[in-house]
Nanobody
Framework: QLQLVESGGGMVQAGDSLTLSCAAS????????IVWFRQAPGKEREFVAA????????VYSLSVKNRFTISRGNAENTVYLQMGSLKPEDTAVYYC?????????????????WGQGTQVTVSS
């Protein structure tokens, strides 16, 4: 069974950058689209970004577009989320997940495997 592990979270100041990693174990996720979601305290989990299984297509939420970059390195079985110009409102637990259907990557219920999450805290 596929297991996902996020890492790279931490506490930073507004304007800083941070890169999150999502590593797979148990089996590869070469054919899975990978999605990043986040959940802030007291809020629902929301879509952040996604990348197709081959890395050719990406999509972002409006709140992070032009600040975050998602990419995958299939050789390392890892997906990255580079976060720049961080804002306090980016504070959340960030989760990576797999999704087989690209048209449903924004849909929580369509995600199949989830990581345990990594905390990102941005201070003003």
């Amino acid at each position: 069974q596929l297991q996902l592990v996020e890492s790279g979270g931490g506490m930073v100041q507004a304007g800083d950058s941070l890169t999150l990693s999502c590593a797979a174990s148990g089996q590869t996720f070469d054919l899975d689209n990978i999605v990043w979601f986040r959940q802030a305290p007291g809020k629902e989990r929301e879509f952040v970004a996604a990348v197709t299984w081959d890395g050719r297509l990406t999509v972002y939420s409006l709140s992070v577009k032009n600040r975050f970059t998602i990419s995958r390195g299939n050789a390392e079985n890892t997906v990255y989320l580079q976060m720049g110009s961080l804002k306090p409102e980016d504070t959340a637990v960030y989760y990576c997940a797999t999704a087989r259907q690209w048209r449903l990557v924004r849909v929580l219920s369509a995600a199949r495997y989830w990581g345990q999450g990594t905390q990102v805290t941005v201070s003003s």
